[in-house]
């Protein structure tokens, strides 16, 4: 039988107000004037992830709770206006929200408000089962309710992937999600060692690659055992946001991923996404195409990936795909 989607993307829909600082830390000031401006969008984690796989040519399917409100609104505008196939369970508590603070830089600051959810939070089951009988593979974010679905998609039998995000390699939080799936992001921002946490996710659970972004440091990949290190691809343009990044990273892993690529190509169609993504002020949605990232990814690589424990040197990380 073959599946419907390629990729079922579950949580992580959500609005964003993206809020330009002039430095961040931002120092205690009585007011600050804002300039672009203060802009919501809708995109979260799960958003830019369904909206970088279908811009790669993946059929994509979101899955989340989402709220009878504004922002609820902008996000179904969202996949409606990009062709996104979207199952919106509905979230009383009202749809996720955040604001961003983004320094001149590129580097940001998110603040999650927390009352948009509950304990009780369920993605209901039978929806679960259905969406995922019809699907390939499953990127699951780090919410709740997606954490009570991962033995729904494991009955399912499709492969998994998580994006831990700045995890630091001991919140139990984290876990269910990063020994549950197969393939295994995460940012290396608060990674005192990042070589010891991939081994330590690859020895205790299912993940037979697991990747740790380093920003303009490029990316820790470990497959087979082998720990590479995958250089960072090269912006077409000036950076001026990290936002989207490591989504956008794991877009285009899992384009090659899902082809049956060698991982190292995997890496790096990852790293050209994410740098695509660098380039895109984070009150926008735009994201790097197939034909795009393929014309990249056709040059040569400088300097090459190369099997190597981390050095010294690459925990000196400076933030971006996170």
């Known amino acids: 039988m073959t599946a419907d989607t390629d990729v079922l993307v579950l949580g992580g829909a959500g609005v964003d107000t993206v809020v330009h600082v002039p430095e961040l830390p931002l120092p205690f000031a009585d007011s600050y004037m804002i300039r672009p401006g203060i802009t919501a969008r809708a995109g979260q984690s799960g958003d830019f992830v369904a909206l970088g796989l279908t811009a790669l040519g993946l059929r994509t399917h979101h899955l989340d709770m989402i709220g009878d409100d504004t922002e609820g609104d902008l996000v179904r505008a969202l996949h409606r206006d990009h062709g996104i196939p979207l199952t919106a369970i509905p979230q009383p508590a009202g749809t996720k929200r955040a604001v961003n603070l983004v320094g001149p830089d590129g580097r940001r600051l998110s603040l999650y408000d927390d009352t948009r959810s509950t304990a009780s939070d369920r993605l209901p089951e039978a929806t679960v089962r259905e969406l995922a009988a019809a699907s390939r593979h499953a990127h699951v974010v780090i919410t709740p309710p997606c954490a009570q679905a991962l033995p729904l998609l494991r009955e399912a039998g499709l492969t998994l992937s998580t994006d831990l995000h700045d995890w630091d390699g ?51 990949l470990l497959a087979d055992g082998e720990l590479i290190h995958v250089p960072p691809a090269e ?4 950076v001026v946001d990290s936002n989207g990044a490591g989504d956008a990273f794991a877009s285009g892993f899992l384009l090659g991923w899902l082809n049956g690529e060698d ?17 895109v002020p984070s009150t926008r949605t735009d994201v790097i195409t197939r034909t795009e990232l393929l014309a990249r990814a056709a040059r040569p690589e400088s300097p090459a990936a190369t099997p190597a424990a981390v050095e010294e040197g690459d925990r000196a990380l400076i933030p971006g795909l996170d």
Do not use: K, M, N, W
Request: proline share 10%; aromatic share 6%.
């Open 170 to 220: 001991a919140d139990p939080y984290h876990e269910p999600f990063a020994l549950e799936a197969d393939l295994v992001f995460l940012s290396a921002t608060a990674l005192a060692d990042p070589e010891r946490t991939l081994r330590d996710i690859a020895a205790r659970g299912r993940a037979r690659i697991v990747v740790a972004t380093a920003g303009a440091q490029g990316a820790h």
């Open 263 to 279: 991982p190292r190509r995997c890496a790096r169609y990852g790293a050209i996404a994410g740098a695509h993504a660098c380039t």
């Open 235 to 238: 912006p077409p343009a000036p």
